[in-house]
């Protein structure tokens, strides 16, 4: 009888191991300087320049600045605790399988129907489509290293009854 020297990795495992291989790349290093640089950057263009932009506009225009820039904020905060827990995981303070919980995930963006109002501040609405191009791309990887990276193992035959024969012995 041949002996296995390593047991094949299961789901979890396989899953783990796109994160932390992920996690030390150098598309997550430029993904993640680019992420905080537009927080950074949006941060700064709210509190000056936005801030005396918003104060020119219509009163109707005015909230559509208000609720953009709410949604402006809210969609970078996601990009950044999304990066911030694969940075966890690059600096071995998180495990990769602890990475994996359906609350570290990103969720696609609602496409909103129209614009809220055509007479926004130019500069508001580039913060707002640089922000949507890098939430899209985060969403793709992260459904590549989560989604696709489980339906890639659940499609192996073999791998799943490894993988339950694993789960009735407590491996």
């Known amino acids: 009888m041949t002996e296995i020297s390593a047991p094949l990795p299961n789901a979890v495992d396989a899953r783990s191991a796109t994160v932390r291989d992920f996690a030390q790349s150098e598309l997550f290093e430029r993904t993640f300087k680019e ?6 950057e949006t ?14 506009l219509s009163r109707q225009t005015a909230l559509a600045y208000a ?15 999304w990066l911030l827990v694969q940075r966890a995981v690059r600096e071995g303070d998180m495990e990769p399988a602890a990475a994996c919980a359906p609350r570290y995930r990103l969720a696609p963006r609602p496409v909103p129907a129209t614009p ?32 696709d990276a489980a339906a890639d193992s659940a499609a192996n035959p073999v791998q799943s009854q490894l993988d339950r ?7």
């Not at 992420?35 to 950074?40: R, Y």
């Not at 949604?71 to 905060?77: A, S």
């Not at 024969?165 to 491996?171: D, K, P, S, V």
Request: a neutral charge; glycine letters at 6%; zero cysteines.
């Open 116 to 147: 809220t109002s055509l007479d926004l501040p130019i500069a508001l609405i580039e913060y707002l489509v640089r922000a949507e191009k890098l939430h899209d791309r985060i969403v793709h990887l992260d459904r590549r290293m989560f989604v």
């Open 165 to 171: 024969l694993a789960a009735a012995f407590g491996r």
């Open 67 to 81: 609720a953009e820039s709410m949604t402006l904020t809210t969609r970078l905060m996601q990009i950044a605790s």
């Open 35 to 40: 992420g905080m640089a537009l927080v950074e």
């Open 43 to 56: 941060a700064a263009y709210l509190d000056g320049e936005g801030r005396r932009d918003s104060k020119l």
